[in-house]
């Protein structure tokens, strides 16, 4: 799980490879980013797409694990979706705001859309399907207020980092320590095992065993 867990980075840092422009045409039908292409992949494609897109929450315990630790280093707003990504927050727009995406025209618009340059200030837009009802409008009001903290800035791509590491990049190692949910018990009797004389096919098998179901007294 966590050797897939690269391929998120990938996707997220890939730029536009031509690598990434095959996976666009083939499994970008959802629209909008390769996040957006994975929420929507989970049952169709090759058997590697198919994990590549389940790997979020292919355990019920470790749901999330991956796309919390996600987040977006907004720049000039190329890279996000203004109200599906989550890059305010643990939360996207969409979510927070239900009523005001349902009336947003510009649902798959990316934040660099969602407003223009007046001279060197950046100024949002917003375009609706109706006049908001008054109720609506506090709920904007609140969106601006919350918009205020945001700096977007000319000439830099947005990047995709990874909080749980230092250096904000995906590593293995990083992923697995995210998955890891030994209790302290099982900690000490796995690096045991790991350190015992045992032939490696062994270790692995009952490694292996003991982290899928059974457990110790």
């Given at each position: 799980?966590?050797?897939?867990?690269?391929?998120?980075?990938?996707?997220?840092?890939?730029?536009?490879?031509?690598?990434?422009?095959?996976?666009?045409?083939?499994?970008?039908?959802?629209?909008?980013?390769?996040?957006n292409w994975m929420k929507e992949g989970k049952g169709?494609?090759?058997?590697?797409?198919?994990?590549?897109?389940?790997?979020?929450?292919?355990?019920?315990?470790?749901?999330?694990?991956?796309?919390?630790?996600?987040?977006?280093?907004?720049?000039?707003?190329?890279?996000?979706?203004?109200?599906?990504?989550?890059?305010?927050?643990?939360?996207?727009?969409?979510?927070?705001?239900?009523?005001?995406?349902?009336?947003?025209?510009?649902?798959?618009?990316?934040?660099?859309?969602?407003?223009?340059?007046?001279?060197?200030?950046?100024?949002?837009?917003?375009?609706?399907?109706?006049?908001?009802?008054?109720?609506?409008?506090?709920?904007?009001?609140?969106?601006?207020?919350?918009?205020?903290?945001?700096?977007?800035?000319?000439?830099?791509?947005?990047?995709?980092?990874?909080?749980?590491?230092?250096?904000?990049?995906?590593?293995?190692?990083?992923?697995?320590?995210?998955?890891?949910?030994?209790?302290?018990?099982?900690?000490?009797?796995?690096?045991?095992?790991?350190?015992?004389?045992?032939?490696?096919?062994?270790?692995?098998?009952?490694?292996?065993?003991?982290?899928?179901?059974?457990q110790l007294d």
């Amino acid at each position: 799980m966590s050797l897939l867990g690269k391929w998120w980075d990938k996707l997220a840092n890939g730029g536009d490879s031509l690598w990434k422009r095959v996976i666009r045409e083939k499994y970008g039908n959802a629209g909008g980013d390769w996040i957006n292409w994975m929420k929507e992949g989970k049952g169709f494609g090759s058997i590697w797409w198919r994990d590549v897109c389940r790997l979020n929450g292919l355990e019920i315990d470790r749901t999330g694990w991956l796309e919390d630790g996600i987040r977006c280093e907004l720049d000039k707003g190329n890279q996000v979706q203004f109200w599906t990504d989550k890059w305010l927050g643990q939360e996207s727009l969409a979510d927070k705001y239900p009523r005001l995406f349902m009336l947003s025209t510009g649902k798959e618009a990316r934040v660099c859309q969602m407003g223009t340059w007046m001279e060197d200030s950046w100024s949002w837009r917003f375009n609706w399907r109706r006049n908001l009802l008054s109720w609506e409008l506090e709920q904007k009001q609140e969106l601006e207020s919350t918009l205020l903290s945001v700096s977007v800035v000319q000439g830099k791509t947005d990047t995709w980092v990874w909080s749980r590491s230092s250096e904000g990049k995906y590593s293995v190692k990083s992923g697995y320590l995210a998955l890891d949910t030994t209790t302290p018990m099982e900690d000490s009797f796995f690096k045991l095992l790991w350190n015992s004389n045992a032939p490696c096919k062994l270790k692995l098998s009952f490694g292996n065993y003991i982290s899928t179901g059974f457990q110790l007294d």
